[in-house]
């Protein structure tokens, strides 16, 4: 047989292995746009004579469980194709808008707003500028809130069920990470309660072990007696500076606090239940029914609608008595350098909605290594 022929031949048999193991992994999945991306795949490699180079999705049985070594798991990604960057790329693009659409069914059938936010912040809020241990020890968005014994740390409590609502959906799209899932479904839930795309950047390594969790006490605390400070606004900032923000994206940050509630049984602040949160009181934006988990404390009225209401009701003596105002909360109006930023986002939902995107995006890209470089966006 001619040379020609022969490579003809070996591509073509490549490319039925990867369609062979392929297609049993996506016959649950009728996404035509997933699979035209695949095929798109297919062919490259066929003609590029690169088949050795498909990574086959990873299947596991739980959100902490690995096959992987921690070396392997290093070096590739679980899922990812590791063909040429245009052709990986455009597949894991067409699996995030995918995912992003079955992300936004879920959160907006389960009312999970507000828990998937505090998930993806709680893993990327462990960053620390100034470490000297590298990646993934100085924290950030690197999934390692899935492991113990970082899920059972303090300020944690309360997200495994986070956790399991994302599980069923990283089953389905096995080469979207843990650490894009948890920021993805963030920057999603935001969107859904009405407010602001952000337009952050994705292909997020993931920690692969519980090792690479860092140690408990940097997220920050709502009130009295803070870990390592006398006043709110002085925790606030130790916390904050740490990750390399300025009194700006404080502010801006707080102001999601107009999603969710307190429960004392997670940080232990808030009520048992009170008239916004017990069951009768709608909560969305939208005017539909539905809480989820009742009872809590909430910030606003509102809690499941993102708007700006969380700046004009903490510093409103005549707001109602039920609704939660903490002493981080009050910081921003009481301490000069919060207080311009307080003030312009209580006048401006439009000025709010501005800055919280650039802080909500520079919060989920804390500590990140792409294994694009500079990451990819949808």
């Known amino acids: 047989m001619p040379a020609l022929l022969r490579a003809s031949s070996r591509r073509e048999q490549q490319a039925n292995t990867l369609r062979a193991a392929y297609l049993p992994w996506t016959s649950k999945q009728q996404s035509s746009s997933r699979m035209k991306a695949f095929a798109a795949c297919v062919t490259a490699v066929a003609a590029l ?28 990604a679980p899922g990812v194709l590791r063909m040429s960057s245009a052709v990986s790329t455009d597949a894991k693009v067409a699996a995030l808008q995918e995912c992003k659409k079955e992300l936004a069914g879920m959160i907006d059938k389960t009312n999970s707003h507000p828990i998937m936010i505090r998930l993806a912040w709680h893993d990327a809020g462990t960053y620390n500028k100034d470490s000297t241990e590298g990646w993934p020890r100085q924290g950030g968005a690197n999934g390692s809130i899935r492991f113990e014994p970082e899920i059972n740390h303090g300020a944690n409590a309360g997200l495994t069920t986070a956790l399991k609502l994302l599980t069923p959906i990283k089953k389905k799209f096995e080469e979207v990470g843990w650490a894009d899932l948890m920021q993805l479904a963030s920057a999603t839930a935001v969107e859904v309660a009405g407010g602001p795309a952000i337009d952050m950047k994705y292909g997020r390594k993931d920690a692969v072990a519980p090792e690479d969790c860092v140690d408990e006490g940097s997220l920050p605390a709502g009130n009295k007696p803070f870990p390592d400070a006398d006043n709110a606004q002085d925790h606030l900032r130790n916390v904050f500076y740490r990750m390399g923000f ?68 903490v510093p409103d003596e005549a ?37 919280y995107k650039k802080a909500h995006k520079q919060l989920a890209e804390l500590g990140v290594e792409w294994e694009v470089e500079g990451g990819i966006s949808i």
């Open 49 to 76: 004579d690169c088949a050795s180079a498909f990574v086959a999705p990873v299947v596991t049985s739980s959100f902490a469980s690995s096959s992987l070594s921690r070396t392997s798991a290093r070096s590739r």
């Open 246 to 313: 300025g009194d700006e994206g404080i502010v801006a940050l707080s102001g999601a606090h107009t999603l969710g509630r307190a429960f004392k049984d997670r940080s232990g602040e808030g009520a048992e239940s009170t008239k916004f949160t017990s069951g009768d009181h709608v909560a969305r934006g939208d005017g539909k029914a539905g809480y989820g988990r009742k009872g809590g404390s909430s910030w606003t009225e509102k809690w499941l609608k993102f708007d700006n209401s969380y700046y004009a009701t």
């Open 319 to 355: 707001s109602d008595p039920e609704l939660l105002k903490l002493g981080t909360d009050k910081s921003l109006f009481d301490d000069e350098g919060f207080l311009p930023f307080a003030q312009k986002y209580r006048d401006s939902e439009e000025a709010f909605f501005e800055d």
